[in-house]
C-alpha cells in the first residue's frame, strides 16, 4: 500500500513566521503535490513538483514556495505565515507508470496561525 | 469561477438504498474524472474513475456515470451502508499528464442505519 505522511497532523504558528510541512511518500512517485482544503471550496493545488528538483505552480502559489531535494519528501514553505494561511493541508503523490492514476494523499496537517 | 460544483453540501439516505452524488462541470477540456471518499482526520482515497470516451463505468457498489454533453457526472452507490458515510469528492483533469486536477467542494454523506 502507498503511504504517504504528513509530518505534523496539528500545527499552531504566529503571523510572520516561517513555516514548513513536511510531506514523505514511500512508493517512488514521480510527482506529489500540495494542496490546502477549506470550507465549500473543496481542494486547491498549491504546487506540485514531476521531479527532482523540479516544481510547478498550481493555482493559488501565491505565499508559499516548495522544495523537492529528494524523490521521496516535497516540502511546502509558508515564507511569512499570515492568518489566511490557516488551513487544511493535504499532500499527495502520484505514478507517472501508465496513464491517468489516481493520487494517493496523507492524512494532512491542520495550520492554524494566530 | 469553480470548473468542477458539487451542488448539494449535504445527501441524507437510508441503509440499503441507493445514494446518489452529483458533479457539474464547465470545462469541456476536461478528459478524465474521479471521485474520492474523505473520512474525518484522513486524507481522501481515490474510489473511482471514468474516461471521457465511456460514458459508465462500474466497480462493485459504486457506478459512474457522465453525460458529456450536459457536463454532469454522477456517482451511485447501491446498496448504501452505514460506512459509506462521508466526504465524496468529484474530481476533474486534462490530458494525459493531468497534473492540475479540479476538485468539487464535496458532498457529505450521511448513510441511516
Known amino acids: 500500500d502507498v503511504k504517504v505522511t504528513q509530518s505534523s497532523r496539528y500545527l499552531v504558528k504566529r503571523t510572520g513566521e516561517k513555516v514548513f510541512l513536511e510531506c514523505v511518500q514511500d512508493m517512488d512517485h514521480e510527482n506529489m503535490f500540495w494542496y490546502r482544503q477549506d470550507p465549500g471550496l473543496g481542494l486547491r493545488l498549491i504546487y506540485f513538483?514531476?521531479?527532482?528538483?523540479?516544481?510547478e505552480k498550481g493555482d493559488i502559489p501565491e505565499g508559499y514556495s516548495v522544495s523537492r531535494e529528494k524523490k521521496e519528501r516535497f516540502s511546502l514553505i509558508l515564507e511569512s505565515a499570515s492568518t489566511n494561511q490557516t488551513s487544511m493541508y493535504l499532500c499527495a503523490s502520484r505514478s507517472d507508470r501508465g496513464p491517468n492514476q489516481p493520487q494517493h494523499f496523507g492524512d494532512g496537517t491542520r495550520l492554524s496561525i494566530l | 469561477d469553480q470548473q468542477v460544483k458539487q451542488n448539494s453540501p449535504s445527501l441524507s439516505v437510508q441503509e440499503g438504498r441507493i445514494s446518489i452524488l452529483n458533479c457539474d462541470y464547465t470545462n469541456s477540456m476536461f478528459d478524465y474524472f474521479l471521485w474520492y471518499k474523505k473520512y474525518p482526520a484522513e486524507g481522501p482515497t481515490f474510489l473511482i474513475s471514468?474516461?471521457?470516451?465511456?460514458d459508465k463505468n462500474e466497480d462493485g457498489r459504486f457506478t459512474v456515470f457522465l453525460n458529456k454533453s450536459a457536463k454532469h457526472l454522477s456517482l451511485h452507490i447501491v446498496p448504501s451502508q452505514p460506512g459509506d458515510s462521508a466526504v465524496y469528492f468529484c474530481?476533474?483533469?486534462?490530458?494525459?499528464?493531468?497534473?492540475?486536477?479540479?476538485f468539487g467542494a464535496g458532498t457529505r454523506l450521511f448513510v441511516k442505519a
Open positions: 513538483s514531476y521531479d527532482v528538483k523540479m516544481k
Open positions: 474530481a476533474a483533469s486534462e490530458g494525459a499528464g493531468g497534473f492540475k486536477t479540479i
Open positions: 471514468i474516461s471521457s470516451i465511456k
